[in-house]
């Protein structure tokens, strides 16, 4: 379903285990632009994760267990889809990430806008209200 919403989206890992999410994400959570996460994973419950590890990258949980909504949103979550996920939900939740996070990938526009701010011409006069005058 994600290539059918973007064909060009690359998929890097796929993990069934607490453990092994624990490893890879120790390992290479910075390279990642989002994290689709199933609640139940083989060996426990996902939420498991961030008892041991802080992720800083956005989260679509993806379950059959609408119990756990709330824990989702108490994370870096942007979505929570029930099974069976249907395209249009994917979509929107795509999407809203897309709006969430996209200013914070385009690094080079805003090192451009750094520049650009410290490059400025300073003011050196000012106009400043003294009394009356």
Do not use: C, W
């Amino acid at each position: 379903m994600l290539y059918k919403i973007n064909p060009d989206i690359v998929t890097i890992e796929n993990i069934n285990t607490v453990q092994g999410s624990l490893n890879y994400l120790q390992n290479h959570q910075e390279s990642l632009d989002l994290i689709f996460m199933d609640i139940q994973l083989a060996d426990g419950l996902s939420f498991e994760i961030f008892n041991h590890l802080e992720i800083h990258k956005p989260i679509i949980f993806t379950t059959a267990y609408d119990q756990y909504a709330l824990d989702a949103f108490k994370v870096y979550s942007v979505d929570y889809l029930l099974k069976p996920i249907h395209i249009d939900d994917l979509r929107k939740s795509m999407d809203r990430h897309q709006r969430l996070y996209a200013q914070q990938f385009n690094g080079a526009d805003k090192l451009r806008e750094i520049i650009q701010s410290i490059n400025k011409p300073k003011k050196n006069r000012y106009l400043v209200k003294r009394g009356g005058h």
